[in-house]
Structures are given as structure tokens and as C-alpha cells.
């Protein structure tokens, strides 16, 4: 799923055999089409808590029973944690209206509890910014699996 047409119409023209869709996660109808894994890089830590909270049960109604997701945010690591103005606990206005939430350990296994958590940890991942030029990212990463419903 990719929110920006660009990027969709350039990554349909690199992979014909997966299934894009043009959107965002926050305003998608449920499908009855499930999926087997979740990939998500570098997205959920741009929302704020209510957004993320409706981002990640979009997530988990869309992944089959035992599907698995991979997860990576921005850790309270980086070197632009608390930096501009606070809006939300480790959350942070780099820019006005660009909010950056920066994941505790603890946080992450937080917005992650309806899952079975399989492994957690930080990563280094090095980007060029453009005019800036290379920084490396301190990020977190989450692998998890959905947890099968007990039925009582």
C-alpha cells in the first residue's frame, strides 16, 4: 500500500507480480483479502498516537492468523530525538505539522501486544539526505507473529 501515486505507478513498473495498492492504511476499507506478512518501513513513527493506534488495527485485520509482520520506526536513539517542540510523549514537530515519535523498547512491544513478538532490536540504516548528505538512522525493528484467536 503506498499513499503516494509516484512511488506506486514506479514500483508497478519494477514488480508486476505483487499487488499495490494506492491509498493509505488509515482510510482502507477492510478486504477480504488477507495476507500472510506485513512489511513496513520507516512509516509508523511518522503518526501520532490515534493514527497509529488505527494504523496498526488496520494492519492486523488485514494479516492472516499467524501471519507475520516486520516492523521498523525511528528509535529514541536517533540523533533528533527531542528536538523541536513536544507534542505527544517522545513525539516531536521537526517541522511544523511533521510529527516524528521516537519508539522505546518498551513502547514498541506496547503498540505491538496483540501480537507474539519473535524478535526485537535496534539497526543502523544509512540515507542520503540529499543536500545534508549521509546520516545514519538509529531504528527499531519489530518481527512478530499474529496471535491465533482462543476461542472460550
Request: glycine share 6%.
Amino acid at each position: 500500500m503506498e499513499i503516494s501515486e509516484i512511488a506506486y505507478n514506479i514500483a508497478k513498473t519494477f514488480d508486476n507480480k505483487t499487488k499495490f495498492i494506492l491509498g493509505s492504511i488509515l482510510d482502507i476499507p477492510l478486504y477480504e483479502e488477507f495476507y500472510d506478512a506485513i512489511y513496513c518501513y520507516n512509516t509508523l513513527h511518522l503518526f501520532l498516537r490515534p493514527e497509529r493506534i488505527i494504523f496498526l488495527k488496520n494492519c492486523y485485520s488485514q494479516l492472516k492468523t499467524n501471519g507475520f509482520i516486520y516492523f521498523t520506526v525511528f528509535s529514541e536513539k536517533e540523533k533528533s530525538f527531542g528536538k523541536g517542540k513536544e507534542i505527544e510523549e517522545n513525539t516531536y514537530e521537526s517541522k511544523p505539522g511533521r510529527p516524528t515519535h521516537y519508539f522505546t523498547k518498551e513502547d514498541i512491544i506496547e503498540h505491538f501486544k496483540e501480537y507474539s513478538i519473535i524478535e526485537t532490536g535496534i539497526i543502523e540504516d544509512q540515507e542520503n539526505h540529499g543536500e545534508i548528505g549521509w546520516h545514519t538512522h538509529i531504528l527499531r525493528y519489530i518481527f512478530a507473529q499474529k496471535k491465533e484467536k482462543i476461542q472460550i
